[in-house]
Every structure is written in C-alpha cells, then in structure tokens.
T-cell receptor, first 114, second 112 residues
Framework: DSGVTQTPKHLITATGQRVTLRCSPRSGDLSVYWYQQSLDQGLQFLIQ???????AKGNILERFSAQQFPDLHSELNLSSLELGDSALYFC?????????????FGNGTRLTVT | GNSVTQMEGPVTLSEEAFLTINCTYT??????LFWYVQYPGEGLQLLLKATKADDKGSNKGFEATYRKETTSFHLEKGSVQVSDSAVYFCALSLRGAQKLVFGQGTRLTINP
C-alpha cells in the first residue's frame, strides 16, 4: 500500500460531460502529481502541485484543470470529455519538490468515456 | 527534449531465465534514473534508482547501472520468477525538478 488514495476507482461517463477525480497524498507528502496512462501515449505527466501551488505543467489539455487544497488533497477536473480522454489517471505524491525523493503512486482512476 | 526509450515488449521468459530490459535516455543536464514496476490493477512502485553516473541501483534481485557514456540504464535480473510478471517502466527526472519522464513500458510475462 503506497498510502496514496484515489477515488473513484472506475468512472464511466458520456462525451461532453465533466468529471472530478480525487487524490489524497501519502501522509507528510506535500507534492502531488497527476499522470495520464493510455495505450497509445503511455504515461504522460499532466501537472504538479506543491503545498497548494502549481509547480510544473506538462501535457495537460485546456479542458483539464487541477488544484490542491489546504489539506493537501488534490482534484483533477476533466470537462467536455471526448472518447480519447478514456485512460487511467494516476496521482502520485512525494515529500518535496527538488530532493529526488521517490514518487508514491495511487492505484489510479480508470475513466471510460462512451 | 528529455525522453526515455525502452525495448519494446511484450517479453516472455521461462522461470529462472536471465532478464534484460534495455533503457536509453536523452536529457539535458544530469538526470536521476529510475525503474518502476506496475503489477496488474495497481499503481507504479519504485523498484530501484540511481542518481549519478556509475551508480548501481538494486532491489529484489533486480539491478541497473547508470551508464553516462552510453546514456543507458538497463534492467537485469539473474533468475526471474513468475511473480515478476508485470509492466516495467524506465524513467528519469532532472535535478531540481521532481516530475518523472517515463518510457513506454515493457510488459514482462514469466511462465512456470
């Protein structure tokens, strides 16, 4: 058990809809990362937050947004969903932001857009 | 840009066989290198890491050596077990930036 909790485990929704994925980091970790895993693109870094502030942005679409709350949990919002957004979305956390401490991954949320 | 290239899978071996999964990288600066493993239905787990040239990371019988001259970080294990069946990801991170850049993953299946 990595200590990172993601909910829900599975999500099925229709095109054009909006969903929110939730992540609780490991106790003591201040940094949260979101990754998208799809068959054709592999594991893509989306965005990173550290102690409530955005620290790095990757291949995140404008239809997607995220935030980290004062209790350090994070949410990834996906809107105007398309079939191609179907993927496994992982959250990871680490202690710091520059110290090369390992990332701990949750078990992911599997999103299916129909 | 920064990227990681892994040998294509899937890889199928018999139990007790020798394993090598190749990984090469392109990076600006001096990255740290990682191998992560993903078991079915689970998230990624750190398997081993190396933070500078010639470092050897090892864990659970797996090893990988950071080779700066060949920009490689190949994963090896002398005798694989059925329980090693999983997807293996090579990854890098740059100094001062925690985010990981992953290779495409290699699916490994070990048959008894």
């Amino acid at each position: 058990d990595s200590g990172v909790t993601q909910t829900p485990k599975h999500l099925i929704t229709a095109t054009g809809q909006r969903v929110t994925l939730r992540c609780s980091p490991r106790s003591g970790d201040l940094s949260v990362y979101w990754y998208q895993q799809s068959l054709d693109q592999g594991l893509q870094f989306l965005i990173q937050y550290y102690n409530g502030e955005e620290r790095a942005k990757g291949n995140i679409l404008e239809r997607f947004s995220a935030q980290q709350f004062p209790d350090l949990h994070s949410e990834l919002n996906l809107s105007s969903l398309e079939l191609g957004d179907s993927a496994l979305y992982f959250c990871a956390s680490s202690v710091g932001v520059r110290d090369n401490s390992p990332l701990h991954f949750g078990n992911g949320t599997r999103l299916t857009v129909t | 840009g920064n990227s990681v290239t892994q040998m294509e899978g899937p890889v199928t071996l018999s139990e007790e066989a020798f394993l090598t999964i190749n990984c090469t990288y392109t990076a600006t600066g001096y990255p740290s290198l990682f191998w992560y493993v993903q078991y079915p239905g689970e998230g990624l787990q750190l398997l081993l890491k190396a933070t500078k040239a010639d470092d050897k990371g090892s864990n659970k019988g797996f090893e990988a050596t950071y080779r700066k001259e060949t920009t490689s970080f190949h994963l090896e294990k002398g005798s694989v077990q059925v329980s090693d069946s999983a997807v293996y990801f090579c990854a890098l991170s740059l100094r001062g930036a925690q985010k990981l850049v992953f290779g495409q993953g290699t699916r490994l299946t070990i048959n008894p």
